[in-house]
């Protein structure tokens, strides 16, 4: 269970990423409300899976579904740049992810 909610968890930190920048520096209600909520679920959802991963693994692939999220997302609605220097660096992320998993420190 704790994996399912960490994995939940990382979808939304990519979630109040995006609210934070739709919100123009906290200046648009709606978006920044959104950021708000998200942020809160997403946090506590990581303080849930913390109680039984170990800290290292559970905020690195926490961070890293984030961060993988966001900016694929960033590059698909907001029109950021797609390079091949932007996509190894982001297969790059899933491998450490990957490999902290496989060393037996995620269970």
Do not use: C, Q
């Not at 409300?33 to 290292?56: D, Q, W």
């Amino acid at each position: 269970m704790a994996w399912l909610v960490l994995v939940v968890s990382g979808l939304l930190e990519a979630g109040w990423a995006l609210a934070l920048k739709s919100s123009d520096g906290f200046t648009k209600l709606v978006p920044t409300v959104t950021f708000v909520v998200l942020l809160v679920l997403s946090m506590g959802g990581l303080a849930y899976a913390l109680r039984t991963l170990p800290v290292g693994t559970g905020y690195a692939v926490w961070v890293g579904i984030g961060a993988v999220t966001t900016a694929v997302l960033a590059m698909i609605w907001l029109d950021e740049p797609v390079t091949l220097l932007r996509i190894g660096s982001i297969v790059l992320i899933i491998a450490g992810v990957v490999g902290l998993n496989l060393s037996g420190s995620g269970h």
